[in-house]
């Protein structure tokens, strides 16, 4: 079955400098990675998603990267802001398979120092 | 105004209770899953269903139960068989994409 990990467990940036979070995978059927973010005490909110059939993606502050050749994917958020602190969780799952089950990383928690 | 909701948001259980934990959403997605979270961990999957009626166990669906007689519907049943039931209880729900929506989480205490 697929597996996912996720690095780094934590993740310390400066305001204002980018933060990577980066993901592997297991299965090269999966074809479908979202990212989600979790505040405290909340459920966690995708933010940005991405299919197979593209490399990278964008929108606004965050990116996504694709490399299916080396099966890994990575989240980018530049310019970091305060309210950007919280736990980050990838995930990957073969879009479309109803026998299949999305598979989350454990998650990264950022912090954005001040 | 579409989403996730869950019920209630703190519970408190005694020792020997069973409870029951709420998740409905009104996005008619078909699908509907329920994890676990324990303090600085990822989400596992306890229990998941894919259609009315049906439904299969996740990686820890020892001492939950859950039914889907309705798709708005899939209510969590943390039994007394649960040891270690105290954790952050998260419902989500998908469509024919695999997009999971997460709802707002239950916190879970056993006294």
């Known amino acids: 079955g697929e597996n996912v990990e996720q690095h780094p467990s934590t993740l310390s940036v400066q305001e204002g400098d980018s933060a990577v979070i980066k993901c592997t995978y297991s299965?090269?059927?999966?074809?479908?990675f979202p990212w989600y973010k979790q505040e405290l005490g909340k459920g966690p909110q995708l933010i940005i998603d991405?299919?197979?059939?593209?490399g990278e993606k964008k929108d606004q502050r965050i990116a996504v990267t694709l490399n299916k050749t080396a099966k890994h994917f990575s989240l980018h958020i530049t310019e970091t802001q305060p309210e950007d602190s919280a736990v980050y969780f990838c995930?990957?799952?073969?879009?479309?398979?109803?026998?299949?089950?999305?598979?989350f990383g454990k998650g990264t928690r950022l912090h954005i120092l001040p | 105004d579409g989403g996730i909701t869950q019920s209630p948001k703190y519970l408190f259980r005694k020792e020997g209770q069973n409870v029951t934990l709420s998740c409905e959403q009104n996005?008619?997605?078909?699908?509907m899953y329920w994890y676990r979270q324990d303090p600085g961990q990822g989400l596992r999957l306890i229990y998941y269903?894919?259609?009315?009626?049906?439904?299969q166990k996740g990686d820890i669906a020892e001492g939950y139960s859950v039914s889907r007689e309705k798709k708005e519907s899939f209510p969590l049943t943390v039994t007394s068989a649960q040891k270690n039931p105290t954790a952050f209880y998260l419902c989500?729900?998908?469509?024919?994409?695999?997009?999971?929506?997460f709802g707002p989480g239950t916190r879970l205490t056993v006294l």
């Open positions: 989500a729900s998908s469509s024919s994409t695999d997009t999971q929506y």
């Open positions: 299965d090269s059927a999966s074809n479908y």
């Open positions: 991405i299919r197979s059939n593209v």
């Open positions: 995930a990957a799952s073969i879009e479309g398979n109803r026998d299949d089950k999305i598979i």
């Open positions: 996005l008619n997605h078909d699908a």
């Open positions: 269903s894919q259609i009315v009626n049906d439904f």
